[in-house]
C-alpha cells in the first residue's frame, strides 16, 4: 500500500457566488447552441449552421461540371443549378442512358452509390440483377450504359453526393445490396433480407467513393450532403418515426467521420441541408410529412448557389433575404401572406407588415428580430427602385 502522505492540491473550488464559477476551461473552439432570435436572422444559418464547413472560395464557376446525385434531393440541386446556367453534367441529353441520371434519385443508399463508381471506374459487376427502376424492371450491366457513366464522372469537375437512408435490402449469399427492395416475383425468403446497415459499413463505402473519385478525377471535388426527406415506409416492426431517426443518425455519423478524416485533403466538404430543413425551419414539410415546400427547397438552394457558386456579371444570384423571409414564411415562422408579398416586390404590403400593432412573436426579442429583418427587406427595395429611376 501506498503510504499516507499529506499532499496539498490546488483544486479549484467553484460555487456560484463565486467569480470561478465562470472559469472553467471550454476548449479552443466553442460555439453555443443559437437561440430562437438569433437562428432566424438572415445570418442566422450561416453563423450557427454553416460554420466549420464552408469552403475557402466558392468551388462552382459557370464552365465547372457538376454531377448531383444519391436521393431525390439531389435532383433539386441538379435542377437548380442546371436553371440557374450552371453545368450539370446529368442534366444533359446525351446523359439520360446513365443509370445515374434516369434513376439517380432513387439511389438512396451507399452501397448503390459505391456500385455506380466502382462499375463505371473499376469495370466490377456483380453476379445478379441488384438494380431494378421504378416499375421494377432489371436495369443490367449494359457496356454503353456503364461507357456513358464513365464519360459523365471523366468530366465531373464537382460531385454533389446526398445520401438517404441506412436500411437496405441484400442478397445474403453474396451480401450484394439492391437499389431498393427486390420485385415480388423474384423475391426469394430463403436469401433476400432485410437490414439495418451499421455507421462502420456507411463509413467504409464513403471512403471507397471518395478514393475512387481521388484516383480517377485527382482534382475533383466532392460534396456530401444527407437529404432531409424521412423514410416513407421503414421495413422494421416498430414505428417510422423512430427507425427514420436512426436511418439518419447512421448516416450523419458516418458523413462526419468521413469528412473529418479526409477534410484538410482540401477535396472533400459537407453541406448541411439536413441541419438546415430538421433543426431551423419550423413546420418544412407539406401535409405529407416528407416533401419540403418548395420555398423552403428554393432558400437552401439560393443559400447553397452563394456559398458554393461563383456567378458571371450577368447571373447573379437571387437575394439571400427574400428567399428566407418566403421560407420562413411557408414553414410556420412568420405571417403565411409574406409570401405572395415578397414574390411580388409589394412595398406597400410590406411597410404595411412592419408597422402594424400586432405582434409577430409573443417573445418581444423576436418580434423585434422580425421587424428589423423586413424593415431592411423595404429599405434595400426603395435603394433598388432609385437606382433605376433616380428621378
Same mark, same amino acid.
Given at each position: 500500500m501506498c503510504a499516507a502522505k499529506a499532499i496539498n492540491h490546488n483544486f479549484q473550488t467553484t460555487t456560484k457566488k463565486t467569480r470561478e464559477f465562470r472559469t472553467w476551461f471550454r476548449?479552443?473552439?466553442?460555439?453555443?447552441?443559437?437561440?430562437?432570435?438569433?437562428?432566424?436572422?438572415?445570418?442566422?444559418?450561416?453563423?450557427?449552421?454553416?460554420?466549420?464547413?464552408?469552403?475557402?472560395?466558392?468551388l462552382i464557376k459557370p464552365d465547372t461540371q457538376i454531377t448531383a446525385f444519391g436521393s431525390c434531393f439531389a435532383a433539386n440541386i441538379s435542377n437548380w443549378l442546371s436553371g440557374r446556367n450552371f453545368r450539370v453534367l446529368n442534366k444533359e441529353e446525351d446523359a439520360k442512358r446513365a443509370y445515374v441520371v434516369s434513376c439517380g434519385e432513387g439511389m438512396v443508399?451507399?452501397?448503390?452509390?459505391?456500385?455506380?463508381?466502382?462499375w463505371a471506374w473499376e469495370d466490377k459487376c456483380f453476379d445478379q440483377p441488384l438494380w431494378h427502376g421504378y416499375n421494377a424492371q432489371d436495369y443490367g450491366y449494359d457496356?454503353?450504359?456503364?461507357?456513358?457513366?464513365?464519360?459523365?464522372?471523366?468530366?465531373t469537375d464537382v460531385f454533389i453526393l446526398t445520401f438517404g437512408l441506412s436500411e437496405v435490402w441484400y442478397d445474403e449469399p453474396t451480401?450484394?445490396?439492391f437499389w431498393r427492395t427486390i420485385p415480388k416475383d423474384v423475391y426469394d425468403p430463403k436469401r433476400h433480407k432485410f437490414r439495418v446497415s451499421t455507421v462502420d459499413e456507411n463509413r467504409e463505402n464513403l471512403e471507397a467513393i471518395y478514393k475512387l473519385i481521388r484516383k480517377h478525377r485527382p482534382d475533383a471535388k466532392v460534396i456530401m450532403t444527407l437529404s432531409p426527406i424521412p423514410l416513407i415506409a421503414t421495413?422494421?416492426?416498430?414505428?417510422?418515426?423512430? !427507425?427514420?431517426?436512426?436511418?439518419? +443518425? @447512421?448516416? *450523419?455519423?458516418?458523413?462526419? &467521420? =468521413?469528412?473529418?478524416?479526409?477534410?484538410?485533403?482540401?477535396?472533400?466538404?459537407?453541406?448541411?441541408?439536413?441541419?438546415?430543413?430538421t433543426d431551423v425551419l419550423q413546420l418544412p414539410y407539406k401535409p405529407d410529412r416528407r416533401h419540403p415546400h418548395i420555398p423552403a427547397l428554393n432558400y437552401i438552394m439560393t443559400l447553397f448557389e452563394h456559398v458554393w457558386c461563383e456567378a458571371g456579371e450577368d447571373n447573379p444570384p437571387p437575394p439571400l433575404e427574400e428567399a428566407w423571409i418566403i421560407a420562413q414564411s411557408v414553414s410556420g415562422i412568420l405571417p403565411a401572406e409574406l409570401e405572395g408579398i415578397m414574390r411580388h416586390k409589394r412595398k406597400w404590403r410590406l411597410r404595411q407588415m412592419v408597422n402594424r400593432e400586432e405582434p409577430f412573436? !409573443?417573445?418581444?426579442?423576436?418580434? +423585434? @428580430?422580425? *421587424?428589423?429583418?423586413?424593415? &431592411? =427587406?423595404?429599405?434595400?427595395?426603395?435603394?433598388?427602385?432609385?437606382t433605376v429611376d433616380p428621378t
Open positions: 476548449g479552443d473552439h466553442t460555439h453555443f447552441n443559437p437561440t430562437r432570435a438569433q437562428l432566424v436572422t438572415v445570418g442566422g444559418v450561416p453563423e450557427y449552421v454553416l460554420k466549420g464547413w464552408l469552403p475557402d472560395k466558392p443508399n451507399s452501397f448503390v452509390i459505391r456500385q455506380q463508381f466502382e457496356p454503353e450504359v456503364q461507357a456513358e457513366t464513365k464519360r459523365i464522372f471523366d468530366e451480401g450484394n445490396v421495413f422494421r416492426d416498430n414505428s417510422c418515426l423512430t !427507425s427514420n431517426s436512426v436511418s439518419k +443518425a @447512421v448516416l *450523419r455519423v458516418a458523413i462526419d &467521420e =468521413t469528412v473529418r478524416k479526409f477534410q484538410d485533403d482540401g477535396y472533400l466538404y459537407y453541406w448541411p441541408s439536413y441541419e438546415i430543413v412573436s !409573443s417573445d418581444p426579442e423576436l418580434d +423585434a @428580430v422580425f *421587424r428589423a429583418h423586413l424593415r &431592411e =427587406t423595404l429599405s434595400r427595395w426603395d435603394r433598388e427602385a432609385a
